[in-house]
């Protein structure tokens, strides 16, 4: 019993000193508005190094792949002279043609795509040893090209030595 009476002493003087009040100077009250920062429409810069921040603008060179459930192979092929076709079924089955331009890592599809000349702009990424290609979708307002290319890996097809 008295050490029931003991454990109850202990926790009413750990709750009442945890009542006490508290000193207005301890507390700090912010006296300034924090400042929202506007929306960017730039690309995030991260402290962390992305492994896609520096490639050679010759590794976007050559033909891509990726599977699609609907489609079958897709392709995209981009060449030195900054044009581009994609196609389905085989590389050789053009389906869209028109040119690129790329500056850093802004990708831009100039026209083309059933979109005449809409321009649409997307953050490229190279990675895995210039093996496969990431789109991101920063303004596009063709209405087939950002679904088609958008959160998609696309694969580098390697030349095969001819024996």
């Excluded at 009413?12 to 000193?17: H, I, P, R």
């Excluded at 210039?130 to 679904?147: A, E, F, H, W, Y």
Aim: hydrophobic share 35%; glycine share 6%; net charge negative.
């Amino acid at each position: 019993m008295f050490n029931g009476i003991l454990r109850f002493l202990l926790l009413l003087s750990v709750f009442l000193s945890a009542c006490q009040p508290v000193s207005p100077a301890t507390l700090e009250v912010p006296t300034t508005t924090p400042t929202i920062q506007p929306a960017s429409t730039e690309p995030a810069i991260s402290a962390t190094p992305i492994a896609t921040a520096d490639f050679e603008p010759e590794a976007l060179l050559g033909i891509w792949t990726r599977s699609d459930p609907d489609r079958g192979d897709l392709f995209l092929v981009f060449n030195e002279n900054g044009t581009y076709f994609a196609s389905h079924g085989s590389p050789d089955t053009i389906i869209h043609s028109g040119d690129y331009s790329l500056e850093g890592r802004l990708f831009t599809f100039m026209n083309g795509w059933d979109c005449a000349d809409t321009p649409g702009i997307y953050i490229l990424r190279i990675i895995s040893d210039s093996k496969s290609l990431l789109l991101d979708p920063q303004n596009d307002k063709c209405p087939d090209r950002p679904g088609t290319l958008k959160s998609y890996r696309w694969d580098k097809v390697e030349a095969t030595p001819a024996s």
